[in-house]
């Protein structure tokens, strides 16, 4: 595997990424790919910015690590309002909050909460992947790089999904390679339509 390394015009750090090979299967495509960053990247504040509180949602759960992740997941329940996902892998939950939230909104009556396997890390990373099944719905993945998987759920309306189980794909990575540590959706030419991409930091990347 070739190593190609190149620095950023003025902007102090070198990038190194390895050749990358792929191989399509269906909707998911294998990537093996990595890029590093060394050194120190320009990031200067000209002036503070005060910033405002708008939400605080506490939960009261040890250790369930609610908010270690937040992302827009595109509209899931086709009600025209972006939607949101929020991780809770201490307790191996994620959230999937209807949009739109008002300023008093309860994570856990405002939408999906699904319960993954025991001591997976579920809700490690949740992501939209856009309308991945063309049914106008968008749709979503889950990753849980404790037990090596990640979850596919299919939007839809109402409110469907409560536990693992309930997910339309179950991705099974290789054990002790954290699969399901990163996932994303990747519509790479904008024509050929979504891939389920999730990471797998201590093997390869599959797309």
């Given amino acids: 595997m070739e ?16 050749k ?10 294998i990537i093996g790919i990595c890029f590093i960053l060394i050194g120190a990247l320009p990031f200067t504040a000209g002036q503070r910015e005060d910033l405002q509180q708008i939400y605080d949602r506490k939960v009261t759960t040890s250790g369930a690590l609610t908010g270690w992740n937040l992302t827009q997941v595109g509209d899931v329940n ?10 809770s892998p201490g307790e191996d939950k994620a959230y999937v909050m209807l949009g739109p939230l008002s300023k008093n909104f ?16 579920f809700g490690w990373d949740i992501q939209g992947i856009g309308d991945f099944n063309n049914d106008d719905y968008d749709d ?13 759920f299919e939007g839809s309306p109402g409110n ?3 536990d693992h189980t309930d997910a ?37 990347h599959f797309l």
Avoid at 3 to 18: A, C, F, N, V
Avoid at 106 to 121: A, E, F, L, R, Y
Avoid at 180 to 204: K, Q, R
């Fill in 160 to 162: 469907p999904y409560s």
């Fill in 106 to 121: 309860n994570p856990s009556t405002q939408g999906w909460v699904i319960s993954g396997p025991s001591d997976s890390d």
């Fill in 168 to 204: 339309t794909f179950q991705i099974n990575g290789t054990s002790g390679e954290m699969f399901g540590h990163s996932v994303c959706g990747l519509n790479y030419d904008g024509e050929t339509g979504w891939f389920a991409v999730v990471g797998a930091p201590l093997n390869i």
């Fill in 140 to 152: 979503i993945i889950i990753g849980a790089p404790g037990d090596d998987k990640a979850f596919i």
């Fill in 78 to 87: 086709g009600d025209g309002d972006i939607d949101y996902g929020m991780g």
């Fill in 20 to 29: 990358w090979r792929t191989g399509f299967s269906g909707k998911f495509m």
């Fill in 3 to 18: 190593l190609i390394t190149s620095r950023g015009p003025d902007m102090g750090y070198e990038s190194y990424s390895s």
